[in-house]
């Protein structure tokens, strides 16, 4: 594996002090000057647990209305507001109710998930403990992608750990209540993070989405109440107990959903990697002063806010405030807030091939419209980059888009078009270009760039980050020994799964 890997520059550390242009942060906080809190002891020294056994006296409705003063919303894409989630969960339902962390972190230059669990698997451990306290289940299960191999040793050891110390399993911390954590590895497909997918996978089944409602809330995994939540989400329960709802909505820009968030930045900026910030900051202070701006000086092009599946910003937009609401008054979504940083030198029109190659490649193939229209969208794009567009050839990707957007049954065929279409509003030009007689298309090289930074910023010396493009998340599969630890089937035509 390491043989095959591209050359990695190297990548500084990335975890910001507690104070200065990003505000305060919250879960790397909880590190102080180690690199990891990996072990239980270490973990328990620095106060972890005490919040899960602050959680064994209190009422499930007292811990929503804590969650809920903290006005924290899901970090995994969606945004919905946690503590409302929650509160979904019927109490007088006699079925089992389950919790679900959704691991499977498989958004293009999405790599936070990864991070907190290498560094902080306890506290993720303990959020999925006082969720599953909060809602009166029994049951964590996280659901983590197949790529990420080392994560998932390190969960599963993590929980081994937490029931040596009566903290996972029978009579938690001697309270009589019973909850039991299962590491439960999926199989690599993009489309088992939406949650319904996930639960599908989960219950045994291809992984694809179902129609909603049923919500899983109502009814998920084994037909019970499920509350599905990403692993940033989850961990932060632990702190936001510790501090206070208040408090933590105290931080962040309060109107909008509170709190820190978890940024990866990658692309042409010279320090990619994980950034904690208060939501609300500029991103011009993520992308200038934590990511030590462009690459090479060149000039800022473009900026992906939110993972590849939202539509992009332009340089001028680099002003933006990272807060839900401003990032869609700016024409997009805080989605998996991964801000992708594009230079110059990018051709709009190759970048609009490999993300849709991507989608195209995901896609589970259950909805004429992003089946049929994610291969369109590629063959036609296909023509273009290769200087062999028919005269009305980028209109027609375009309304192939509009035809998506809207008549999916999940977001992913959506967010293909609306990427894609962003990209042919914005930057036209680099389109209309290969419409020219003699045009030389540029090189890739760009594009490479980004995925090459992508790669270190993760420190992918380890497998598992997601690039378009690059096969590297199936090439660096690599299955557990069989019996550790439950596997499952990808989607459809997930030939390497
Ligand atoms: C195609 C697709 C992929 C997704 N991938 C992820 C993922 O990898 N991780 C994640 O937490 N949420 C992902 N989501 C969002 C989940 O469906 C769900 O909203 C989320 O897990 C809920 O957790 P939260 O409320 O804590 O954000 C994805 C959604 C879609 C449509
Ligand atoms: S939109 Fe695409 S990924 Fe989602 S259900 Fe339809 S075919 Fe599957």
Redo the contacts with the bound molecule.
């Keep these: 594996m390491a043989s095959s890997s591209p050359q990695r520059p190297a990548v500084p550390k990335t975890k910001p002090g507690a104070h200065g242009p990003v505000g305060d942060t919250v879960l790397w906080q909880a590190l102080g000057d180690r690199e990891h809190l990996q072990g239980v002891d270490d973990y328990v020294a620095a106060g972890g647990y005490e919040q899960l056994k602050r959680a064994l006296t209190m009422q499930g409705s007292e811990l929503i209305d804590e969650i809920k003063a903290s006005n924290i ?8 507001p ?1 503590g409302l ?1 929650m509160s979904f969960i019927p109490q007088d339902n006699p079925k089992p109710k389950y919790v679900v962390c ?6 293009p230059c ?1 790599f936070k ?1 990864r991070e907190l669990i290498e560094r902080l698997p306890h506290m993720l451990v303990e959020g999925c403990l006082i969720a599953a306290k909060t809602i009166g289940s029994n049951h964590a299960f996280i659901y983590i ?1 197949g790529e990420y191999y080392e994560p998932a040793l390190v969960l599963m050891e993590a929980v081994e750990q937490a029931r040596a110390k009566g903290l996972v399993g029978e009579n938690i911390a001697g309270s009589g209540w019973d909850c039991e954590v299962i590491v439960h590895r999926g199989a690599g497909a ?9 639960l599908s996978s989960l219950n045994g089944y291809r992984g694809q ?1 179902t129609v909603k409602p049923p919500f899983p809330a109502v009814s998920g995994l084994y037909e019970s109440p499920t509350l ?7 961990a932060t329960l632990p702190r936001i107990l510790g501090m206070g709802g208040a408090a933590y909505a105290a931080k962040g820009i309060e109107r909008t959903g509170a709190g820190t968030r978890m940024m990866s930045l990658s692309g042409h900026v010279n320090r990619p990697g994980n950034y904690e910030m208060e939501i609300g900051k500029p991103m011009r202070v993520l992308v200038e002063e934590l990511g030590g701006g462009m690459l090479g000086n060149r000039k800022l092009k473009a900026i992906i806010p939110g993972g590849s ?1 939202t539509p992009i910003l332009t340089a001028d937009q680099l002003d933006t405030l990272l807060d839900y609401d401003s990032i869609v008054a700016a024409g997009s979504m805080f989605g ?1 807030g991964s801000v992708i940083v594009i230079d110059e030198e990018t051709c709009m029109a190759q970048l609009a091939l490999r993300v849709a190659e991507f989608y195209r490649h ?1 896609s589970c193939g259950k909805c004429t419209p992003c089946r049929e229209g994610t291969k369109w969208t590629v063959d036609v794009l296909t023509r273009i980059v290769g200087c062999e567009a028919r005269p009305d050839d980028i209109n027609l990707v375009y309304s192939i888009g509009e035809r998506i957007i809207g008549n999916c049954l ?3 065929g959506d ?1 293909m078009a609306m990427a894609v279409n962003s990209y042919i509003d914005a930057f036209r030009s680099d389109f209309d270009r290969y419409l020219e007689p003699g045009f030389v298309p540029p090189a890739s090289s760009s594009l490479n760039d980004i995925a090459s930074r992508t790669v270190a910023a993760a420190s992918v010396a380890k497998p598992g980050v997601t690039w378009m493009g690059t096969g590297l998340s199936r090439k660096s599969f690599t299955p557990l020994a069989s019996g550790a630890v439950a596997s499952t089937a990808g989607a459809a035509g997930d030939e390497e799964a």
């Design positions: 919303r899901g970090r995994g894409g969606a945004g919905f946690t989630k959704n691991a499977d972190e498989s958004e999405t998930d992608r993009y489309i088992c993070g939406e949650e319904t997918a996930l989405p599905v939540n990403n692993v940033e989400t989850l599946s998996s995901e999940c977001p992913l967010s």
